[in-house]
């Protein structure tokens, strides 16, 4: 224990890494230690109103802290840190994405944080015991989804480029249903224009997803008809690769969208003709 200090600071400390905000801190040890502290260089602020009780350097934990800290009341990690810190692999955007509610707004943002704000976070949408506090996985919150989706794949595209990636074999994806809950990916469907608009050629991977099912009831071996509805608007948006269990009436329908958006002829037509 901090000789000293009482309990309570030793037990937050604990709790929270070793981060504290300033407030916090001084309630529990006085305004002068605090003062004598950072003065001293024992202790140092890391963000607007938030210190670290060392002077070394933060781990991962601490910048997950300071970053929740920072950005004040109702603050939880979001996003992709959240599905991170839920065992989610294979990305490598290692900025901390940190969601506050909507009624709010921050002069200063966390440094090296990623603020988002969302009128739809409920504290039933945080994680009751894990810390720092985070969104549940299964109810992600998005102030935008489409602007968040746009943000990852563009700058994913962008260092493919830089890597020497021919731009020909590089194509973007929504990934609905992945981090996205059905009215998410409801939402990537209806404005799939907005992806197809970067000049990217769009894969849509929708066959017999969850967001499917859910919106018509629809067991797994009954969302074709579905399917096939988001295929057509996908490809009426502009969507150019298509992921397919039912490859035929995969097939069929986009043909049916090209012919009715006049790209392509019809395959016989003698009706009315002789």
């Known amino acids: 224990m901090t000789r000293?200090?009482?309990?309570?600071?030793?037990?937050?400390?604990a709790k929270q890494a070793g981060v504290l905000t300033l407030a916090s801190a001084v309630g529990c040890v006085g305004r002068p230690a605090v003062r004598s502290r950072l003065a001293s260089g024992r202790w140092r602020l890391v963000a607007v109103r938030v210190l670290v009780t060392q002077s070394g350097p933060l781990t991962d934990q601490q910048r997950?802290?300071?970053s929740v800290l920072a950005a004040g009341e109702g603050a939880a990690l979001a996003g992709l840190t959240a599905a991170r810190l839920g065992g989610l692999?294979?990305?490598g955007d290692r900025r901390v994405h940190v969601l506050i509610p909507g009624s709010r707004r921050l002069r200063h943002s966390p440094p090296g944080a990623l603020v988002h704000r969302s009128r739809l976070l409920e504290a039933a949408d945080v994680h009751p015991t894990l810390l720092p506090p985070r969104t549940r996985p299964f109810r992600l919150s998005y102030a935008d989804v489409m602007a968040d989706v746009l943000d990852r794949v563009l700058t994913l595209a962008g260092r493919a480029l830089r890597a020497g990636v021919d731009p020909a074999r590089i194509v973007i994806d929504a990934a609905h249903d992945f981090g996205k809950n059905t009215w998410h990916s409801l939402e990537l469907t209806r404005r799939l224009g907005e992806m197809t608009a970067t000049g990217w050629p769009v894969l849509l991977s929708a066959s017999r997803k969850d967001f499917v099912g859910e919106t018509l009831g629809a067991d797994i071996e009954d969302r074709l008809p579905g399917t096939l509805a988001v295929t057509a608007v996908g490809a009426w948006l502009g969507a150019r690769v298509f992921r397919a269990h039912d490859v035929r009436q995969t097939r069929q329908a986009l043909d049916m969208v090209a012919a009715v958006k006049g790209d392509l002829p019809?395959?016989?037509?003698?009706?009315?003709l002789a």
């Open 4 to 13: 000293g200090f009482g309990t309570e600071f030793e037990r937050l400390r």
């Open 266 to 272: 019809p395959s016989r037509a003698v009706r009315g």
């Open 64 to 66: 997950l802290w300071v």
């Open 89 to 91: 692999t294979g990305f």
